[in-house]
Structure formats: C-alpha cells, structure tokens
C-alpha cells in the first residue's frame, strides 16, 4: 500500500519528510519551494487516491502559479501544525 492511498498517512509522511528538511538545516523558503515542486509532480504524474486529493488535484488545476505556491505552503504549515 502506498502513502499516497490513506490521506492520515500521506500527511504522516509529508510531516516527517519535513521534519528531516528542518533538522538538516532546511530553510522555511527552500521547503516552500520543494513543496511546489511536488505538488506540480504529483498534479502532473500521480492519480489522486482519495477524496482529499482529489480537492486538492482539482484545487491545484485552476490555481495559478502564485496560488499554488499557496496551496504548497499551506500544506506544509498543515503538517508542521499536526507534527
């Protein structure tokens, strides 16, 4: 099963990729930035798996670039909020 089919453990995943990031020296705008990229690989190559990602493929599709910096940020801070 991959992390990508229960939206509790991709956001589990997305926390303690983000938590190594910042124990590494990350900065906050070079995580934003990683989190975009993502985000346009996962809105470009991977099925959404469930209803939240589904919101969120759809959400990022009708975004513009700045809006979805946006979105990538906010999941970041959905994360750091959670962990």
Partial sequence: MSVLDNWNQWKDFLGDRLQQAQ???????????????????LAQQVEPKNEQERVLAELWKVADE???HAIANMMVKLVQNEG
């Fill in 23 to 41: 124990s590494e020296g990350m900065n906050e705008n070079v995580i934003n930035d990683v989190a975009y990229q993502v985000g346009e690989y």
């Fill in 66 to 68: 700045q809006e979805q």
